[in-house]
């Protein structure tokens, strides 16, 4: 069964720092590219940052967290992270976990998405 387990969120000052962690089992995670997406209050989930699974992780991010926000895995924890620093209140949304891809014995990609944890800058 996959599972994809978030913690770290929780309530910070602007300026401030977290790190979010997203446990994965499952699948094969080292297969799989892995993101985070958010979704504040009344807006649409938007794509965060995405590291890919292949040659040395590259790595892409949304225009508004580029220089703030690393994205990093840990194939051997199965394990991605969201480092997120210099936080500012419109950052506070819900921030879920993604992964997309497919088993070496299917054709077929898949996407599977975390539960999500709560994320609110604010002083």
């Known amino acids: 069964q996959v599972q994809l387990v978030e913690s770290g969120g929780g309530l910070v000052q602007p300026g401030g720092s977290l790190r979010l962690s997203c446990a994965a089992s499952?699948?094969?995670?080292?297969?799989?590219?892995m993101s985070w997406y958010r979704q504040a209050p009344g807006k649409e989930r938007e794509l965060v940052a995405l590291?890919?699974?292949?040659?040395?992780?590259?790595?892409n991010y949304a225009d508004s967290v580029k220089g703030r926000f690393t994205i990093s895995r840990d194939n051997a924890k199965n394990t991605v992270y969201l480092q997120m620093n210099s936080l500012k209140p419109e950052d506070t949304a819900v921030y879920y976990c993604?992964?997309?891809?497919?088993?070496?014995?299917?054709?077929?990609?898949?996407?599977?998405w975390g539960q999500g944890t709560q994320v609110t800058v604010s002083s």
């Open positions: 590291i890919t699974s292949v040659g040395a992780g590259s790595t």
């Open positions: 993604n992964a997309l891809g497919r088993e070496i014995y299917s054709t077929t990609q898949y996407a599977y």
């Open positions: 499952g699948f094969t995670f080292s297969r799989y590219v």
